[in-house]
């Protein structure tokens, strides 16, 4: 399954987790080694690692690296622990519900494996890898449906993509980015749009360093610029990944998705979501309920050491919008593709 082209941005390598610092990309491609659960904490809300389903596999990671740091030999005390462990790792970012998905999955395994506290961390560590090995077959079965929901525009086709729902962003080949990867080495791509993705420049940074690794030919635009380059015809789908998707299909992901969404529908341009069933929040009816982070208003006024506004104004710095279902075309998945008013027969193929 692992090919040596391809992008990993979390390894399990020499009893610690190497993750790829995507804080740094793409002047300097470095790793930081995480062996401690406080770092994976702190590694997840610094965005070292970032996207739904990586932050999901770093969390379940973090979990047995958690796990290993208690020394006792009494289960009651090393579960009550490890619910300390969890807790910490919930509290690094609100919206990406692959985080707590991955902490509930390793929790339970903590709870329901019999034995000694030493064969508890053993099955952690190998459900922690499973999550791992899972979403990247995941990402690439994603990325094969997708080129059935994909406009046919043979080698010509132009997609635009928002943040960086990449290799990046997962354990490997991405979700959206993994549609289009696909599209590319099936020969059907022409060219990706990347939005640059203000405040943090997801799209101009992280898409766009992907796509060169790759070798996929892509243009990249302030977000502003998506409406206008629709109606220069330039964009034939969108396809972007997500962070929640509420049960009516409700889709939160990076601020400005949303009215990509919008501008979509203004110029009837498909408008997909690509995401793996973890993504999905069965318990949530829509999307009014998906916590929205805000993050330091830092992040809006300075780039580098240059402060961009003037003393005395206020900033706003929510990190997530919510795309309503009705403005999104189709929803790719692990399992197929689904209009988002199909997503709730899901429910029972999620797994667990
Ligand atoms: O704040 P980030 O960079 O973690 O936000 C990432 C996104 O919004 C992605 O589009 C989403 O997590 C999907 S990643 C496959």
């Known amino acids: ?31 930081v080694e ?58 690094t970012r609100p919206t990406a519900v692959n985080l707590f998905w991955a902490i509930s999955r390793m929790m339970k395994v903590a709870y329901e494996t019999i034995g000694t506290v030493d064969e508890i961390k ?34 010509q086709l132009t997609l635009l993509t928002h943040c960086n729902a990449g290799a990046l962003a997962t354990a490997g080949y991405g979700t959206a980015l993994g549609v289009v990867r ?25 898409t766009a360093w992907e796509c060169v690794q790759e070798g996929i030919p892509v243009t990249v635009i302030t977000d502003s610029m998506a409406a206008h380059c629709m109606k ?8 972007v990944g997500a962070d929640r998707i509420a049960a009516n ?40 309920q998906i916590p929205i982070e805000e993050r330091h208003p830092g992040e809006i006024y300075q780039i580098g050491d240059t402060i961009l506004t003037p003393d005395g104004v206020e900033f ?7 795309t309503p279902a009705e403005l999104i075309t189709a929803i790719i998945t692990e399992n197929g593709v689904f209009a988002p008013s199909e997503l709730k027969q899901q429910e029972a193929r999620k797994a667990a």
């Open 122 to 155: 053993k099955a952690l560590f190998q459900t922690a890898q499973a999550i791992n090995a899972e979403d990247l077959q995941t990402c690439q079965d994603i990325g094969n449906n997708g080129l059935k929901a994909l406009p046919t525009q043979p080698g």
């Open 249 to 288: 299909g409700d889709t939160a992901n990076k601020i400005g998705t949303y009215s990509l969404a919008l501008v979509s529908k203004a110029h009837n341009i498909p408008f997909f979501v690509a995401a793996p069933l973890s993504t999905v929040d069965f318990d949530l009816a829509d999307g009014s």
């Open 1 to 31: 399954m692992f090919q040596t082209n391809q992008v990993y941005p979390i390894i399990w390598h020499n009893d610690s987790v190497s993750l790829i610092d995507q804080t740094r990309l793409p002047n300097e491609y470095a790793f």
């Open 34 to 91: 995480i062996s401690r659960s406080e770092d994976m904490a702190v590694a997840i809300k610094t965005m070292i690692v970032r996207g739904a389903p990586a932050i999901g596999v770093a969390a379940a990671y973090g979990i047995y690296l958690g796990a290993r740091e208690i020394h006792t030999d009494n289960r009651d005390e090393f579960l009550q622990d490890l619910e300390n462990v969890a807790q910490m790792l919930r509290s």
């Open 182 to 206: 696909s599209a590319w080495r099936e020969g059907r791509l022409a060219r990706l749009f990347a939005d640059e993705t203000r405040p943090r420049l997801q799209g101009a940074k992280l």
């Open 232 to 239: 220069q015809g330039l964009i034939h789908a969108v396809v």
């Open 316 to 322: 706003y710095n929510p990190a997530f919008d919510v």
